[in-house]
């Protein structure tokens, strides 16, 4: 079993950045990969990024990427997703999640989720 909960949301202005931790209780945490999704009010909940168990290898999604970074620090058993030139759009419920196998974009491959946090970008 394994409960993550996530920190760091908050209302930022457009342009502005953001941090996002997701802090996991799994013993075992380094051997799970790690994704972070998020969830628009009346949107389906979508792929924002993942990284590997090793943080070797991730992934994005195209709206994201070169804004978005995602890392991991297994010795503190959280993974990070940093959040650069925010824009209106992203605005959303922020949610990780984990799963004992390589990365995935898919939100049903994922066995454990976070109660998510919120992220208001103003215009």
């Known amino acids: 079993q394994v409960q993550l909960v996530e920190s760091g949301g908050g209302l930022v202005q457009a342009g502005g950045s953001l941090r996002l931790s997701c802090a996991a209780s799994a013993r075992t945490f380094s051997t799970y990969a790690m994704g972070w999704f998020r969830q628009a009010p009346g949107k389906e909940r979508e792929f924002v990024g993942a990284i590997s168990w090793s943080g070797g290898n991730t992934a994005y999604t195209d709206s994201v990427k070169g804004r978005f970074t995602i890392s991991r620090d297994n010795a503190k058993n959280t993974v990070y997703l940093q959040m650069n030139s925010l824009k209106p759009e992203d605005t959303a419920v922020y949610s990780c999640?984990?799963?004992?196998?390589?990365?995935?974009?898919?939100?049903?491959?994922?066995?454990?989720w976070g109660q998510g946090t919120q992220v208001t970008v103003s215009s």
């Open positions: 999640a984990a799963r004992a196998r390589t990365i995935s974009r898919l939100v049903r491959e994922y066995d454990y």
